[in-house]
């Protein structure tokens, strides 16, 4: 199947390192001009020397009022991934405010922000776009240490269906996508022990982690034309964890 976006302009949060920065890439190798944003210069260099067509925007999504005017000087966005994430692990009992409010400034208040900013210039030229959330299976399966994490992510779960709700009649889709342990850096930093990982792949029918290129594949197919009729869905990568 192929995808183009052709004439399309996109914006991808978090895209610095990670499954942020490899759906950046493809969507420049599919034809979008594409904004790769995240808070860390280093990794928007590496990612502009790599991709020299890459607009490469720096900005700190827990600032909320910074962070909009950045992204409002962008101009019209038709493609939207809010793919910036943070992790807090630690018992519930031990959970501080202070992580519990910046996980949920980026996992969740980032989204309405810049979503916000890109919407309203979707529905002022009347031409509809497309916007994916970074969800998690965790939204819905209880995993240990991840009170702040699953709680975000939750949130971003019902906030897709709300946006789906509210924007839809502007021809504007939106979608998420969960999926269980991504093999990125980070995925393999927190789940590399087989005393930790082990339980978790027993569950899943295929018995592995999710892939970068399978995130970047769903991605894609939700923010093209392809899923037409796809919206307000969460769209599980898990290999079957769901069903055990």
């Known amino acids: 199947m192929e995808i183009s976006f052709q004439g399309k302009r996109a914006l991808v949060t978090g895209a610095g390192k990670g499954i942020g920065r490899e759906i950046a890439k493809k969507l420049v190798e599919c034809g979008a001009e594409t904004y790769a944003l995240s808070k860390t210069k280093e990794g928007l260099d590496s990612l502009k020397s790599e991709v020299p067509s890459m607009h490469i925007v720096q900005a700190d999504l827990a600032d909320w009022d910074g962070s909009r005017k950045i992204i409002e000087q962008l101009g019209p966005i038709d493609l939207l991934v809010n793919n910036a994430g943070a992790a807090w692990n630690a018992p519930f009992m031990e959970v501080k405010k202070e992580e519990l409010d910046f996980t949920f400034d980026i996992n969740v208040k980032s989204i309405v922000n810049v979503s916000q ?8 030229r009347g031409q509809g776009g ?4 970074m969800s998690s299976i965790a939204s819905t399966k209880a995993l240990q240490d991840h009170t702040c994490y699953s709680a975000s992510k939750s949130a971003v779960d019902m906030l897709t269906k709300t946006m789906c709700l509210e924007l839809g009649p502007h021809k504007i889709r939106v979608n998420c996508v969960n999926p269980t342990v991504v093999w990125t850096e980070m995925g393999k930093k927190g789940w590399s022990d087989p005393a930790k990982s082990g339980p978790l792949l027993a569950r899943i029918p ?13 991605t894609l197919f939700l923010l093209s034309d392809k899923s037409a009729m796809v919206n307000g869905t969460s769209m599980l990568l898990e290999g079957g964890l769901s069903c055990s």
């Not at 919407?119 to 002022?124: F, L, N, S, T, V």
């Not at 497309?130 to 959330?133: A, H, R």
Request: charged share 25%; hydrophobic share 50%.
């Open 117 to 124: 900013v890109c919407a309203k210039g979707m529905i002022e």
């Open 130 to 133: 497309s916007i994916v959330n």
């Open 206 to 218: 295929l018995n592995k982690f999710v892939e970068l290129e399978d995130v970047v594949n769903a």
